[in-house]
């Protein structure tokens, strides 16, 4: 991946805490975490509610074609931090994964393992992580007529590991406009993009993440974090103070679907 995701470019749509439609709320339907009334401009979350001591770890799993390529070669290892699951589970942490396609294809057993853990949510992350809008950094164009597709894609490739499944949604980079939610309105979703992000790929050290995160961290706070291990590696090594430091202000890390509905 030659772009770093972790923070929304000018030109992306700004996003409030949840856009002020109570027939849109992703807590007013039945259904999945974040399912919506399909027809309807999605909302976008950056926040919970102020209140209380529960904050979201989020954690993308991008995967592009130049990934893939890097994989085959032999360039990078790997695009899956272990230790980071390993981590949480090890803790009973409880944390939200926000998958591409690609990424759910390339590592299958693995997905298999967020499944199982009841602690986990899963979510969408697009297909092949490309961008829904122009200069998102250095990610390549999806096209606009195929940018349905690719989510719905990509809901049913999650959906088949069953487990604590979402109808969350995260562009990459945080890149969106109007087009793009438009064209995400038939698929009654919830776009999440986050209060806090954590810089943390293509960090050369794992201490600016932790500071970027506990500098802006509040009640009701989505953290940004990655699980692409070659293009993040650092991220391992900064969540142990990452939870520590949570824990000295009070607060506790929740699924999504818990910080979101308060």
Partial sequence: MAASPSSAPASATPAPSVTPSPSAS???RPGRPGQTKPGLLPPVVNHGPRTGDLVALTFDADMTDSMLAQLKSGRVKSYANVRIIEMLEHDKIPATFFLTGKWVQRY????ERLARNP???????????????????TLPRIPAAAMTEDVAKTFKIIERYGGRQTRYFRFPGLCHDRAALRAMSPLG??????????GDPFATDWRPIV????????????????????NARFTDEALPHI??????????????????AG
């Fill in 108 to 111: 299958p057993e693995l997905t």
């Fill in 243 to 260: 939870l520590k430091g949570l824990a000295e202000r009070g607060l506790k890390p929740a699924t999504l679907s818990e910080v979101l």
């Fill in 189 to 198: 979703l919830t776009v999440v993009d986050g209060d806090v992000v954590s």
């Fill in 119 to 137: 602690r986990f949510e899963l979510a969408n992350h697009t297909y092949g992580h490309q961008a829904f809008t122009a200069d998102c950094y």
């Fill in 26 to 28: 992703p807590s007013a």
């Fill in 211 to 230: 500071n970027a995160v506990l500098k802006k961290v509040k009640p009701g706070s989505v953290i940004i974090l990655h699980v692409t291990e070659a």
